[in-house]
């Protein structure tokens, strides 16, 4: 039982009329730990009792369960508890070594299936620092709902369909070289694409000849569809090199080509139930009722939209894989279209339509710039990797020099101080990525939490003890009770990190304990042989436990030495 819930069922018998979860969403954490551990206020029932809400208070802490409690006092119109910190302390650090591996675990979801579409990279483009974000936000939300008993579909939604493939083959056409293209696939194939779009505005018949090859596409060309698939291979296998860098790995590639051949069902229903209206040659569905913007389904030159594809597949993956969510891990920018397409889908008669949910998140701009690939400045996730690997290697280098496995540390920390920065930053922040800011073993970094837990993990190699289960955990002492009792919040993080697909809350939670952590380790001598010394490891190793699973959380290495 958390602490929360024993606060709860201790008020819930001086409230029999009220309910245990009801009393428990009204208790909250004083500001200022000298008024107790949890406050209960009384306002909200002076009008049902008639009576001030102190009196309510004064009468109300003579019928509560003190049992468990070092004091329940009044304060004004609040009643105060105050924990028995040693016991409630053991039972906190007693809950975490007993399994580790699964500490901090709620049963939110009861293994309900959700699919999460993210990162979704353009073919014959390299992934650039922009997908970062979409991938380490989508990789993260995956693991937390996990951890809250959901069961994630991972879906890679290859951006490898559209007029831009047209206008690609129609650069390759105009400039391309097959040997080129070979020898360096995707930083040539960007090349051309980069200036087919500067080239546009000065021949706008550049623009019509990547229509008319995306036509040839759609209707089966061959010599089209050689050369997409040509483009999608080589791009898929320097995606790949970049999820293993990162350890993110998808259950489907799918992508809007493989949408594509299922566009005639969505099309036919949106025909059936006269949703569709003919507006300029082209086909829409207006969507003024929603107050928003009508949807352009055919185009008045034939060809479909992006969002007949994702009607297709909204319509796909709710038979495939019978979801209770279709998380879409994507840029705040496209906040509107989520709309659209969740009003297509109700207006189309699904029920389901907001099971569709839009995880949206801010730009990432580098050394304060926006990226762009269709101007060139985009610059390389990988690169950027490892550049960031480099970093950390020299650091380490410095700070430990006889590191055993120092190049397989290098990375950890190196890729781990890539993705900490963008996952410490609340989803819909912009995001600025400054190589030298964000590989710091100081500040509110990633290798400042890997350190401290590397830290502990070298503490318990000296201390000698692994096994806790005869050590008198009410030992730790008063001077632990912060560190512990925050240790005893994870679960409460994982809740709100799930609920919000927010995973900045347990990038704050995990940097929360490494201070802690390093105050604690700072003012207490855990190696000194005395009767505290025991129970002193085992708060060690309970902090090593939960720094490794909220790392982890966040797709993040956690090395035992640094």
Known sequence: MSDKKQVAAALAQALPEMDVKEIEAKIERPKDSSNGDYAFPTFFLAKTLHKAPQMIASELVEKVNQDGFEKVVVAGPYINFFL?????????????????????????????????????????????????????????????????????????????????????????????????????????????YVRINNEADEHPEYTEAGRNWFAKLEHGDEEAWRLWHWFREVSLERFQRVYKMLDVNFDSFNGEAFSAQKMEEPIQLLRDKNLLKSSRGAEIVDLDEYNLPPLLIIKSNGTTTYITRDLATALFRKRMYGHAKSLYVVGAEQETYFKQLRAALKEMGFNWWNQIEHISFGLMNLNGKKMSTRKGNVVSLEDVLNDSIDLARKQIEEKNPDLKNADEVAKEVGVGAVIFHDLKNYRRNAVNFKLEDVVKF??????????????????????????????????????????I??????????????????????????????????????????????????????????????????????????????
């Open 84 to 192: 028995d910190k040693a016991q409630v302390g053991a039972k906190i650090l007693q809950t975490i070594l007993t399994d580790p591996e699964h500490y901090g675990e709620l049963d939110l979801g009861h293994q309900a299936n959700v699919t999460i579409d993210y990162s979704s990279p353009n073919i014959a483009k390299p992934m650039g620092m922009g997908h970062l974000r979409s991938t380490m936000i989508g990789e993260a939300v995956a693991r937390i709902l996990e951890k809250v008993n959901y069961n994630l579909i991972r879906i890679d939604y290859l951006g490898d369909w559209g007029t831009q493939f047209g206008k690609l083959m129609a650069a390759y056409e105009m400039w391309g070289d097959e040997a080129e293209v070979k020898k360096d696939p995707i930083n040539t194939l960007l090349k051309y």
């Open 442 to 483: 100081e500040g509110e970094t990633g290798p400042y939490v890997q350190y401290a837990r590397a830290r502990a993990e070298s503490i318990l190699r000296k201390g000698g003890i692994r096994d806790f289960s005869n050590v008198d955990l009410t030992m730790a002492g008063a001077e632990a009770w912060e560190l």
């Open 485 to 562: 009792s925050f240790l005893g919040q994870y679960s409460e993080a994982i809740k709100r990190a799930a609920v919000n697909y927010d995973p900045s809350v347990i990038a704050k939670y995990a940097l929360e304990v490494a201070k802690k952590f390093n105050q604690y380790y700072a003012h207490t001598r855990i190696l000194e042989d005395n009767e505290a010394q025991p129970a002193r490891l085992a708060l060690t190793q309970a902090v090593s436990d939960v720094l490794k699973s909220a790392l982890d959380l966040l797709d993040i290495k956690a090395p035992d030495e640094m």
